[in-house]
């Protein structure tokens, strides 16, 4: 894997007091700002049509995790929707790591975005729009609190179903979200913590920003259609690659996620994380299994092993 050149902030940089940033720090039209004044015009496109790109890179214990990886899904994103950025990928990887340095925060949750923008003419031609590009640094934040980590997950499968691939390319990470907030309110509704949507054949799909994998036998699957290619997901077919498990990606029905063995969820929001309970079901005996325990433990592991991660230098 390349390491990254990290750039230290500049002079003026060192000298913004972190301690007043605790909500974060944000960097926007060449400058870095505190959360609370990073703010874009509503004419921007990326607001008014959700015609915009992004990435989500963790930090964890002052080390990002997989950045290279992030960045390339980035950047072939940003392609793919015909957009320009105005930083190549050193500096766009000194602006992510100047605003988690400029926070403080020892474990973050750092996005980068590329919207539409808008034209200066008001044109409604989307060439004609300025692409703008925005990055922050907030604190961490997971998908699933510490008692479901231990306990699992209650998932609940909606029957709502993800946009279809030759209407928006899910392999670009996108904000076209009400599909998954209306399966969350589906969750919610039947008492569940959080929901799996469905592909247009009717197998699973993914949730609210989370990837998910069964475990039978001893082999693990994830949906291959229709969903993000998460860099998560990714790390659990590394993972088991390293450790000698078969993991495909391939559909899931709704029978065979209910009968699996064991059943998690994986996001850069969280990691790898169980679900013991779908619908009315426990999962298997309803506990944690063995084999999401050792891909959990491993995934933490991985994350000081400068294989797979970057040191963020603070001031
Ligand atoms: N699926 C969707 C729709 C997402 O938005 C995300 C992350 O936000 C994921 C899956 C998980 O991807 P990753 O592991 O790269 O965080």
């Known amino acids: ?5 990290l750039v230290l902030p500049t002079v003026d940089e060192h000298h913004v007091d972190r301690r007043r940033y605790p909500q974060g720090i944000a960097f926007m039209d060449g400058q870095y700002l505190p959360m609370s004044e990073a703010k874009i015009s509503v004419l921007d496109w990326g607001f008014l049509h959700s015609d915009a790109t992004y990435d989500t890179v963790h930090v964890w214990s002052g080390r990002f995790f997989r950045l290279d990886l992030h960045l390339d899904r980035f950047f072939g994103g940003v392609e793919r929707l015909r957009m320009k950025l105005p930083y190549d990928r050193e500096k766009l990887a000194s602006i ?3 605003c988690v340095a ?11 975005i590329c919207t539409r923008g808008s034209s200066p003419t008001f044109s409604r031609d989307p060439r004609q729009a300025e692409n703008r590009f925005i990055a922050f640094a907030v604190p961490f934040g997971s998908v699933a609190n510490k008692e479901q980590l231990e306990r699992g997950l209650h998932v609940a499968i ?3 179903v993800r946009i279809p691939p030759k209407s928006v390319d899910p392999t670009i990470k996108n904000y076209h979200w009400l599909d998954l907030v209306k399966g969350l309110f589906d969750g919610y509704d039947v008492g569940a913590e959080t929901a799996l ?3 247009m054949n009717g197998h699973i799909a993914e949730g609210p920003g989370f990837n998910v994998f069964v475990v039978k036998d001893g082999s693990l699957r994830t949906p291959s259609f229709g969903v993000l290619p998460g860099i998560t997901r990714r790390t659990v077919f590394d993972l088991c690659a390293e450790i000698g498990l078969s993991a495909t990606a391939a559909d899931v ?3 065979e996620i209910k009968s699996a063995d064991e059943v998690f969820i994986t996001s850069t929001a969280g990691g790898i994380m169980p679900v013991t309970r779908i619908d009315d079901d426990a999962i298997a005996n309803g506990r944690v299994g ?3 325990r050792q891909l959990m433990n491993l995934y933490w592991q ?3 092993d400068p294989a797979w991660s970057t040191a963020v230098i603070y001031p």
């Not at 894997?1 to 050149?5: D, F, G, I, K, V």
């Not at 403080?104 to 949750?109: I, L, P, Q």
């Open 290 to 292: 063995l084999v999401t």
């Open 1 to 5: 894997m390349t390491q990254l050149l």
């Open 158 to 160: 909606s029957e709502t």
């Open 253 to 255: 029905s709704r029978a």
């Open 96 to 98: 992510l790591t100047t």
């Open 302 to 304: 991985k994350h000081d």
């Open 102 to 112: 400029l926070s403080g925060h020892r474990s973050a949750y750092v996005e980068m």
């Open 197 to 199: 949507i469905l592909d």
